[in-house]
C-alpha cells in the first residue's frame, strides 16, 4: 500500500536523516578509514618495505 506522507513528516525524516549523516555516520566512516590506512601503512612497513629511511 503507498501511504501520503505529509510535508511536515517529510521535512522530519530528511531532518533526522541529516543528523545521523552528519553526526554519525561520517566521523565513525573517517576514523574508519584513516584507521585502516595507518594499518596497512604500519603492516606493509612491519613486513615488506621496512621502516622509512632518513
Known amino acids: 500500500?503507498?501511504?501520503?506522507?505529509?510535508?511536515?513528516?517529510?521535512k522530519k525524516y530528511?531532518?533526522?536523516?541529516?543528523?545521523f549523516l552528519a553526526v554519525f555516520l561520517a566521523p565513525i566512516l573517517s576514523v574508519i578509514i584513516?584507521?585502516?590506512l595507518g594499518f596497512s601503512?604500519?603492516?606493509s612497513?612491519?613486513?615488506v618495505l621496512g621502516p622509512p629511511s632518513a
Open 41 to 43: 601503512i604500519w603492516f
Open 14 to 19: 530528511e531532518r533526522n536523516t541529516f543528523i
Open 1 to 10: 500500500m503507498n501511504q501520503a506522507i505529509s510535508p511536515e513528516q517529510q
Open 45 to 47: 612497513q612491519l613486513l
Open 34 to 36: 584513516v584507521a585502516t
